[in-house]
């Protein structure tokens, strides 16, 4: 009975502090760390919990955008922060699954960051500027094969989804495009329209305003079902091009560390956000969908994913170039 009694009596010691800090959390400003530059899918998705989670926390919440080195800027500075909940990461596979396995990093994503909770998921699409004079995948892959070797596709950076997508298509198809890479979408968006690459497996939610503008012409979805938002444009695998198929999908993490209490409490907030009709009207226009995770759900999926982009990196020989 004593030794229940002191036990349990430690376990209190144990757990007030981390309690206190809850009660009082947060008490200084949050920051949503970006590992890419403002007006791409992730900076899009950032910008707005920013300005859900600022009401019901009672403080501001900013956006810091550290795009380059494949996202993983941003990753490392949230994995060195203090770990009291206000720096958090909205981060995609592309820094979390694969840059992991391409770059060396001074951090482990699945030991130094702590996954809240699962936002989007978005297909990958292909698309050619509407100045393009391919105006089907049929006639895209023909110039390809015509020519192999002098088309090339742009993505947001080394071991982006984009990269690993275009790689994929390369490896399903046995066509040969070369690598542009760029420090975000929005930089690579340019170079499309301008008509200096002729290409880009970009995430539905970069290139949702671009394809609604009429300035990109979308030509395959890169995923196993059309897109709600683009119903008349057929998958990969129905066009005949199997195994390229890559999503971006997006995720919120805080510095590994922080007090569980606060870790539930963001859990939370992000689930409360993530029902709201405005929110999820938003991600559904930009081509994405919701699939609500715990925060044991979203560790889990955090890990697969960290393994099956490793598989596809070695298999399509994706290099750190």
């Known amino acids: 009975m004593r030794r229940a009694l002191v036990l349990g009596t430690a ?4 757990l007030a502090p981390a309690l206190a800090v809850a009660q009082t959390w947060p008490d200084k400003p949050l920051r949503i760390m970006v590992g890419a530059s403002p007006g791409g899918g992730t900076d899009i998705l950032a910008r707005m919990l920013a300005d859900k989670f600022a009401p019901s926390l009672k403080q501001s919440v900013v956006v810091e955008n550290r795009p380059g080195a494949s996202n993983t800027i941003a990753a490392d500075m949230t994995a060195h922060a203090v770990p009291d909940g206000t720096t958090l990461l909205l981060a995609t596979n592309t820094g979390q699954a694969v840059a992991p396995h391409l770059l060396k990093l001074k951090y482990d994503p699945l030991k130094d960051l702590q996954p809240i909770g699962l936002v989007a998921v978005m297909p990958n699409v292909l698309v050619v500027p509407t100045t393009s004079p391919y105006r089907t995948l049929k006639e895209l892959t023909a110039a390809m094969a015509a020519k192999p070797g002098t088309f090339k596709y742009a993505s947001s950076g080394i071991g982006s989804t984009q990269h690993v997508g275009g790689e994929a298509f390369n490896l399903s198809t046995g066509l040969k495009s070369i690598h542009i890479p760029y420090k975000g979408s929005s930089q690579a968006h340019m170079d499309i329209l301008s008509g200096q690459v002729e290409m880009m497996f ?62 539930e409490r963001l859990g939370a907030e992000l689930a409360r956000v993530l029902k709201l009709p405005d929110v999820q009207e ?3 226009g930009l081509g994405g969908e919701i699939n609500p995770l715990s925060l044991e759900q979203f560790a889990a999926m955090n890990r697969a994913e960290y393994e099956r982009y490793g598989k596809l990196v070695r298999d399509a020989n994706i290099k750190a170039e």
């Open 11 to 14: 376990s209190c010691a144990l």
């Open 282 to 284: 938003r991600i559904k």
């Open 202 to 263: 970009d995430s539905t939610s970069s290139a949702m305003s671009q394809i609604k503008a009429g300035k990109f012409r979308p030509l395959a979805i890169a995923w196993d079902k059309r897109s709600p938002e683009l119903p008349d444009v057929a998958t990969l695998a129905e066009q005949g091009i199997k195994g390229a198929d890559v999503q971006t999908w997006y995720g919120l993490y805080v510095t590994a560390g922080t007090p569980r209490p606060v870790v």
